[in-house]
Each structure stands twice: as C-alpha cells, then as structure tokens.
C-alpha cells in the first residue's frame, strides 16, 4: 500500500472518525503515525487525528470556516452526490466550531440530499441521532455518526450499483475538506502545516476513478472542471512540506474554493 497524507474529509471511508486524543497529538506531524483508513491502494489519515493536530499548532477558527445558508437540491445526480460530501465534511466542521444548531442544519440537508439520490432510508436513524447528540452537545457522539452516515450512503449506493456516485460522493468531501484545511494553513502558515497537503497519491487517485466513471459523467461540465482542478493541484503538492510555499497554499485554497461554489450553486 502506498501512504498518503491529507485531510481528506472523505474518500471511501475516510470518515472512519476515532476519538480525538487532542493532549496527545505531537508538536510536529508525522504522518505515518496516524490511524488510516484504506481506500485500495491509498491510506488515508483519520481526519479528526489531524485537526487535533493543527488545534496543537494553533487555534484555528473553526466558526469562521462554516459556510451559512441552506443546500440546494440539486436536479443533477452528479452535483447532488458532490454536494453531500461537501456538507458531510462540513459536519466536521461543525463538530470542531461546536456549534449545535449548524450541527443540526448540517444532519437535516444530509437527510434531504440522500432522498434526493435514493438513500434516505440508510440515513435516517443516524440523522436524527445527529440532532439528539448536538442537544446534548455530545461531540465525540456527533462525529461517530457523521462517521456513520458516509458508510451507510456509501454502502446503499453500493447496492444500487452506484459506485460512481459513491466516488463522487468522496470526492466532494475531500474538495471542501482541502479548502477548509488550505484556509486554516494559511492563516497560520507553517512548514509543519503544509506537510498535511503533501497529498499525490489520492489526487492521482480521485483522477484515476473519474476516468473510469461512465462516459456520461466524465462530460458533466462540473466533473470535468473538476478534473482539471485536480491536475492543476498535483503539482503543487507532489514534493512535500518543503516545497509547498504559502503561494502554493493560497493557490490549492483558491482551486478548491472555486469548485465548491460551482457545486453549491452550479456551474454557470
């Protein structure tokens, strides 16, 4: 298997969420240490160890991350399976900024988008825990079930055989999860930080299954761009640490940045 790191909010079962020992993350990242998830031939790091990891290097502002109004449904299968891995991650987001009433938002719009591509059923129960645990302010609960509802999305949709949308699904969190880490890097840039976006492996990854989706989604103008969003972010991290400068950061930011306006409020 080949090593990754990254945020990655959500490829496969990147939400595998483990509970967050934040006294314990060490003063410099060593990404072979975190706990993974393995997506084929990629190992992912559990996304809550790394924010445990940039709340040690600082104090990131949560809050000022989420993003406010509510999710469209959109028509398009395509944009609506990016979009709930867009506001899966942004779950997460929540979870760190602790703040119930987004939490709750959050968990009804996943609600909405699965019955928008057939899944309701599988999320259901998880979604209402949401809620029950964002009452209680239960984080490490809350995190357990947005955990839970990307495996149960990802399960349903792997027994209509729509692996595709799956990948999509994965593919939104992981975009809006980049933008969200690339803004939190910048506003406190480090070396240390910019080593989480060293990243080659799963953007070579995320390439490799839209080129295998059906010809159909390939030519959907906000998968396409999306390619070439990702081609236009390989470069930039391919090296490491070292050489991801704050230019580069700024850069991956505004990449991501723009495609995850393009699936909140579709291409124009």
Not at 16 to 32: F, M
Not at 36 to 53: D, G, K, N, Q
Not at 81 to 110: P, Q, S, W, Y
Request: proline share 5%.
């Amino acid at each position: 298997m080949k090593r990754i790191s990254l945020l990655a909010p959500v490829a496969s079962c990147v939400f595998l969420v483990l509970p967050v020992y934040a006294d314990l993350a060490p003063k410099k990242i060593t990404l072979s240490d975190f706990p993974a998830a393995a997506v084929e031939e990629v190992v992912i790091p559990v996304p809550s160890e790394i924010f445990a990891v940039l709340d040690k290097m600082g104090n990131p502002n949560w809050k000022g991350q989420l993003r406010s109004g509510k999710t469209p449904t959109p028509e398009d299968r395509a944009r609506t399976a990016l979009l709930l891995g867009n506001v899966i991650a942004d779950g997460f987001v929540a979870v760190e900024a602790e703040d119930a009433e987004r939490v709750k938002e959050l968990g009804r719009e996943v609600l909405t988008l699965a019955d928008a591509i057939n899944v309701r059923k599988s999320v259901i129960t998880r979604c209402k825990s949401i809620t029950d645990k964002a009452d209680q302010r239960d984080w490490k609960g809350v995190r357990a079930e947005f955990d839970g509802v990307l495996q149960e999305v990802r399960s349903a949709m792997q027994e209509l055989n729509d692996q595709d949308l799956s990948q999509l699904v994965s593919l939104g969190g992981w975009l809006r999860g980049t933008e969200v880490l690339t803004s939190i890097v910048q506003n406190g840039f480090s070396k240390d930080g910019a080593e989480l976006l060293h990243q080659p492996e799963l953007v070579n990854y995320f390439d490799r299954c839209i080129g295998s989706m059906h010809p159909r989604l390939r030519r959907n103008p906000l998968v396409s761009q999306i390619r070439e969003s990702l081609r236009k972010i390989g470069p930039l991290i391919s090296q490491g640490g070292d050489s991801i400068t704050l230019e580069k950061v700024k850069l991956i930011n505004s990449l991501t940045r723009d495609v995850d306006q393009q699936i909140d409020h579709g291409v124009q």
